[in-house]
């Protein structure tokens, strides 16, 4: 395993659509494990193909319960509604506030290749739909409801107070 360069905002590889996985082959096997290191090494919760430069569909997540492999991601229903700060180790340093499902589920499939349905609330659900967005080639930037703040100028306001 290798921790991989996080692309960041600016970079045009995420604005791009990521490619369908019709194979997972060895390749598909260590982009997954690196990009697993990647956001583990960055404390992330979801990191995305296109973030280390990769075209193609595929999504870890790890919201504290384990993680979770996606692989052609389908997101098959939506249900209520969160609003709440997001970040995104692509656009480092910052966060916004954006209107999310409070529930989603999506089809996808895992490492081996099996189908499974996935079903998540709150920051899950919230983490399934920034990811999916990557592989379409948006950031959470542009749904953000108010201004993208930055995270350190927050915590040294708060700390003054
Ligand atoms: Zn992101």
Redesign the pocket.
């Known amino acids: 395993m290798a921790k991989r360069t996080i692309r960041t905002v600016g970079d045009r590889i995420l604005t791009k659509t990521a490619r369908s996985v019709e194979h997972l082959g060895p390749k598909e096997l260590t982009l997954i494990d690196d990009m697993l290191e990647t956001m583990y090494e960055e404390n992330?919760v979801?990191?995305?193909a296109p973030?280390v430069g990769v075209l193609k569909r595929i999504v870890v997540m790890d919201v504290g319960e384990g993680p979770i492999v996606m692989v052609n991601p389908r997101i098959t229903a939506r249900e209520g509604e969160q609003t709440g700060d997001e970040?995104?180790?692509?656009?480092p340093g910052k966060v916004a506030c954006v209107t999310r499902p409070e529930k989603v589920t999506a089809e996808a499939l895992d490492r081996e290749g099996k189908p499974f349905v996935i079903t998540g609330e709150g920051l899950l659900a919230r983490c399934i739909c920034?990811?999916c967005?990557?592989l379409d080639g948006h950031?959470?930037t542009e749904f953000a409801e108010g201004p993208v703040r930055d995270v350190e100028e927050e915590a040294e306001a708060e700390e003054e107070e």
């Open positions: 992330g979801g990191l995305a973030q970040g995104c180790l692509s656009v920034h990811e967005d990557h950031l959470y």
